[in-house]
């Protein structure tokens, strides 16, 4: 069992930055490629970004590339997810996500609670 624990959402307006983090507690962080996925009011979860077990490879959803930044800290056994160039139609909740393969862009092994995101115009 993973267990993942999501912060740093919150209210911000278009232009402007938010950074997610989710902590990943256990001797199991390194085993799993991390991500993370949103899912906005009516609409289905969709994928944002992953990053591969080793931290060298990295993947993103066409909307959201060039604009996040997905990271990973060992030392902290944490995921960050560096959202620059907020739209609105980037409010969503956004969920944490641990699997065993790279890149998982429709499913997970492990979800995090998830953490609101709101972009006003």
């Known amino acids: 069992q993973v267990e993942l624990v999501e912060s740093g959402g919150g209210l911000v307006q278009a232009g402007g930055s938010l950074r997610l983090s989710c902590a990943a507690p256990g001797r199991t962080f390194s085993s799993y490629a991390m991500g993370w996925f949103r899912q906005a009011p009516g609409k289905e979860r969709e994928f944002v970004a992953a990053i591969s077990r080793s931290g060298g490879s990295t993947y993103y959803a066409d909307s959201v590339k060039g604009r996040f930044t997905i990271s990973r800290d060992y030392a902290k056994n944490s995921v960050s997810l560096q959202m620059n160039s907020l739209k609105p139609e980037d409010t969503a909740v956004y969920y944490c996500?641990?699997?065993?393969?790279?890149?998982?862009?429709?499913?997970?092994?492990?979800w995090g609670q998830g953490t609101q995101v709101t972009v006003s115009s």
């Open positions: 996500a641990a699997d065993r393969g790279f890149p998982a862009t429709t499913r997970a092994d492990y």
